[in-house]
C-alpha cells in the first residue's frame, strides 16, 4: 500500500513541475501578448482604447450552402479597440475587404467582441460592392489556431448571404497589431 502512495506522489510532483516548467510557454502563447485588464498574467500586455487590429488572410475558400459550388476567398479585417473590460474589448470594424468567387465586397462598418486573452472574436460587419446600393450583412466568428515567433494566426468563419445565395467562407489569417 505504501509503493501506491509513493507512486501517487512522484506522479503528483512530475505533474505539477511539468506545468511550472510550461508556465513561460503557455504565457508567451496568448495570442496578440494580449492579458487580461486585471493583470493576471503580468508577462503580456494589454489592449487600450483606440489600438487597431489588422487581420490578413493567408489561404481561404468558400462553399455554397445546399450546393455543390465551393472555390478560393481571400479578406483583410480592420479593427479599432473601442472598450476595454476586466472580460474582454469590443471592437469597431472600420474597414476591408473580402473576395468570394472573384467578387470583391468592401468592409464599411461593424462591431465585434474579442476574449480577454485574445482566442476568440465574435462579430458581424456591413460589406457592400462597387456599383452597388445593396449592403449585406456578415457574421462572423474566428479563434485563434496558432502563435508562431509571436504572431497569431486566426480561423476567420464568416457567413455571407448574397441574394438566394448563401457563402460560408473560411480564413485562415494573421493578425498584426
Not at 6 to 20: P, R, S, Y
Not at 132 to 140: G, H, I, K, N
Request: glycine share 16%.
Amino acid at each position: 500500500m505504501l509503493s501506491k502512495l509513493v507512486l501517487l506522489g512522484l506522479v503528483l510532483a512530475v505533474t505539477v513541475g511539468l506545468g511550472v516548467a510550461s508556465w513561460p510557454t503557455i504565457t508567451a502563447q496568448t495570442s496578440l501578448g494580449i492579458t487580461s485588464v486585471g493583470g493576471a498574467n503580468s508577462g503580456g500586455k494589454t489592449l487600450t482604447s483606440g489600438v487597431s487590429l489588422t487581420l490578413t488572410s493567408l489561404a481561404g475558400g468558400y462553399r455554397v450552402v445546399g450546393g455543390e459550388v465551393n472555390g478560393s476567398a481571400s479578406g483583410t479585417l480592420t479593427l479599432e479597440v473601442t472598450g476595454v473590460f476586466h472580460n474582454g474589448y469590443t471592437l469597431s470594424i472600420t474597414g476591408g475587404s473580402l473576395v468570394v468567387g472573384g467578387q470583391t465586397y468592401s468592409v464599411t462598418s461593424g462591431e465585434a467582441q474579442l476574449g480577454v486573452h485574445g482566442r476568440y472574436l465574435s462579430g458581424q460587419c456591413t460589406l457592400t460592392t462597387a456599383g452597388s446600393q445593396a449592403e449585406y450583412t456578415v457574421l462572423l466568428a474566428a479563434k485563434r489556431v496558432a502563435g508562431i515567433n509571436g504572431t497569431p494566426y486566426y480561423t476567420v468563419h464568416l457567413d455571407l448571404v448574397v441574394g438566394q445565395t448563401e457563402y460560408l467562407v473560411t480564413l485562415l489569417a494573421q493578425a498584426q497589431q
